[in-house]
């Protein structure tokens, strides 16, 4: 050891002999410095890097020589993330000067990249005295390290050692967008409940369990971060009523509880501990005694934890003298259970428990005597995430015809070390609901066999609509799901006293199309359940069939001792599906190559409709020479724009070709029929053969 030390000594010593003249004669130490002219500094972060990046230049810039005839380094980078592909001489050396190197790729090195002259030039002060080239060819990070340097002088040829430097370069891989958590829940907007007649009030059930958490990029590859919280706002004030939290439930293990004891006595027993966590990411809610040792009376001692302090100091203690044969002390279990509301990160963790020990004693008099202070036992932590739960219920006490319940959720970066900057960890969805008033007497609901049930409001307002003016279908709730050509409309009335059926009356319907002229009247006697029902098929007249399409209106009422009462439906009717646009990319183009074609699918109905999707093109001469056909799934209330590629044949004539584009509810074959007109607007240009193309073509 001490041979050793004398050793560095002595060579210390001779490193600072020689470093003498040069630290004479120079007040500043010369330095050799790593630039990347990307950024004109000593690193270089290429954000959405896609590899291969060429081009990158790193100059090597020396500082503060004095007659620099030569210099001489060696350079290393990261041969996973780049290759060196060309060295170049800096302005900065003397006249006549030559750079040499070898640049090894495969082992990220060029061992000695040199730079002399033969003549009698020298240069001083600052300059760049080689460019160096790289291309990454892989993200990653990459140092680029100059050891071993110096700089030889003349005439003396004295050589100057001038360490190491260091550039970083990184290619990092496209990161993001990071996800924002989605709140939804149910019921949706515009749902009504009712009051109900006896209690005054009605309890709503909500659930949020469709709401989904957020995503963040950042550290890659990113960490998907659950819900930490759901919070309700239930009467619209803009103020959470509830909020429900996740749980993180640690457990405290102990192990040999029996070790604590001495054979042959009996003790009071008692433990305690210190717990520490960060209360930026847990909030404390509470201790309890955890099933071991399975003791009566065993006490928590609460009175220790400072309030909002970061360390409880835990005690329990028993109430009965207990030995170390007694079975319900023996071996090991958990202790205690803490519970913390997560706050700012989702990890369960990071809860510190100290100070654990373990105590039995025994009164001399009225004096406890403690027996045994043991050795510190572990009372290891264990932990539970429990994700908060997604349902609320809360109970409405008054009529109200619009009422904004509002779910924001919670889910922060579980990895917050590093965070995209576009980052969002909440958000909020707000649903209308409608509380109505309790059905006091009659009352009558109409609707048909695809729905309507209940009061037709406005969305927006909660407003009851007469049945007269025009009718915006989009704002209404209870709407009947829509009819196509010809079908059968099945209405139905249900007829009640006191939420009880009213059997054998008679029920008027009147029904309207959307130019408010009536289509049908009919009657109808109520059942055992009070329901009656008619039934009609929407008139197809001929070619003026289509100025029907749009709102119809049901209307039915009933008198109950003479006290009239009436509901309204709505439905939509028309093509369920249908054709609104067919676009083609490229407009004009040559035999061989591929037109997209865009068909957009409108939906009118409420629910998802699967049609059969047919393209046939044509070209001038009408031939058909290519089509496409498949099931395609039209969302409601909606389009969907399904994109489809076919090529143009070789054998196509030349000219304007016709895009005849069908929806069908099945293939023919299977005996699937149109579901909307024809559309033949579509149309695109085959264009002449180039002369260049004849040789390619000849191939295929
Ligand atoms: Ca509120
Ligand atoms: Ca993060
Ligand atoms: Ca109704």
Redesign the pocket.
């Known amino acids: 050891m001490k041979g050793k030390t004398l050793l560095c000594l002595a060579m210390l010593l001779s490193v600072a002999l020689t470093l003498m003249p040069a630290l004479v004669v120079r007040a500043v130490s010369p330095y050799l410095e790593v630039l990347f002219q990307a950024t004109g500094n000593n690193s270089y972060l290429i954000e959405s890097c896609t590899p291969p990046v060429t081009g990158i230049k790193v100059d090597l810039k020396m500082h503060g020589v004095t007659a620099m005839w030569g210099w001489s380094t060696v350079v290393t980078w990261n041969s996973a993330v780049m290759n060196c592909t060309g060295k170049s001489l800096g302005p900065f050396n003397p006249t006549g000067s030559s750079l040499l190197g070898v640049i090894d790729n495969v082992g990220g090195t060029i061992p000695k990249l040199a730079c002399g002259t033969t003549e009698e030039a020298t240069v001083d002060g600052d300059g760049v005295v080689c460019t160096l080239t790289f291309m990454a060819h892989h993200h990653g990070i990459s140092q680029i390290r100059l050891s071993d340097s110096n700089y030889v002088n003349y005439p003396d040829k004295t050589k100057f050692n001038i360490g190491s430097v260091n550039g970083t370069f990184e290619c990092r891989a496209y990161v993001g967008p990071p996800v924002a958590p989605v709140a939804s829940f149910t019921p949706p907007t515009c749902t009504q409940f009712r009051l109900d007649k006896t209690t005054g009030n009605v309890t709503v059930n909500f659930d949020a369990s469709a709401s989904t958490g957020s995503y963040?990029?950042?550290?890659l590859p990113?960490?998907n971060n659950p819900i930490l919280e759901y919070r309700w706002d239930f009467n619209g004030d803009g103020i959470v009523d509830y909020t429900s939290a996740g749980l993180i439930t640690v457990a405290l293990h102990v192990t040999d509880m029996d070790d604590y004891f001495y054979a042959g006595d009996t003790y009071y027993m008692g433990w305690k501990c210190n717990v520490t966590w960060d209360s930026a990411k847990y909030h404390y809610l509470g201790a309890a005694k955890g099933p071991f040792p399975d003791i009566e009376g065993v006490i928590l001692d609460t009175e220790k934890i400072p309030p909002g302090g970061l360390i409880v100091s835990l005690t329990f203690g028993t109430t009965e003298l207990v030995d170390v044969t007694d079975p319900r002390v023996i071996g090991s279990g958990i202790i205690a259970y803490l519970y913390f509301e997560p706050a700012a990160a989702c990890y369960p963790g990071a809860v510190v428990i100290g100070g654990s020990c373990i105590a039995t004693w025994k009164y001399v008099g009225s004096i406890p005597v403690v027996h045994k202070t043991p050795y510190p036992p572990q009372f290891a932590p264990t932990y539970v995430y429990t994700p908060p739960d997604p349902h609320a219920s809360w109970t409405y006490t008054s009529m109200n015809p619009t009422v904004e319940v509002t779910l924001t959720v919670y889910a922060p970066?579980?990895?917050?070390?590093?965070?995209?900057p576009d980052?969002i960890d909440t958000d909020l969805v707000t649903n209308i609901i409608h509380i109505l008033p309790p059905i006091m007497g009659a009352d009558i609901d109409v609707y048909t066999q695809r729905g309507g049930t209940g009061k037709g409001c406005d969305k927006d307002t909660g407003v009851e609509y007469g049945p007269y003016g025009t009718f915006p279908f989009q704002t209404w709730s209870a709407m009947s799901d829509s009819f196509g050509p010809q079908e059968e409309v099945t209405i139905c009335a249900k007829v009640t006293y006191n939420d009880e059926p009213v059997e054998n009356k008679l029920v008027a319907f009147e029904v309207w199309d959307p130019s408010n002229t009536t289509v049908i009247y009919r009657e109808a006697a109520t059942d055992e359940n009070g329901t009656a029902c008619v039934s009609f098929r929407i008139p197809w007249k001929g070619a003026s069939a289509d100025s029907e399409f749009g709102a119809w209106l049901i209307i039915a009422t009933v008198d109950i001792a003479e006290h009239v009462v009436m509901d309204k439906c709505r439905f939509r009717f028309g093509y369920l599906v249908y054709i609104t646009g067919v676009a083609v990319d490229p407009a004009s183009l040559h035999k061989l190559e591929d037109l997209s074609i865009t068909v957009t699918l409108g939906n009118i109905a409420l629910t998802s409709k699967d049609v059969f999707v047919t393209i046939v093109l044509y070209d001038e001469c009408g031939v058909p020479i290519n089509h496409f056909g498949s099931m395609v799934t039209v969302t409601p209330i909606s389009k969907v724009c399904p994109v489809v590629t076919l090529t143009i044949p070789k054998w196509a004539f030349v000219g304007t070709g016709k895009i005849y584009v069908n929806v069908f509810d099945a293939p023919p074959y299977l005996m699937g029929t149109p579901m909307c007109p024809e559309d033949s607007s579509g149309s695109f240009q085959i264009l002449n053969t180039p002369p260049l193309w004849n040789h390619r073509g000849s191939h295929s």
């Open positions: 963040d990029s950042l550290p990113g960490t970066d579980c990895d917050p070390s590093d965070r995209h980052f």
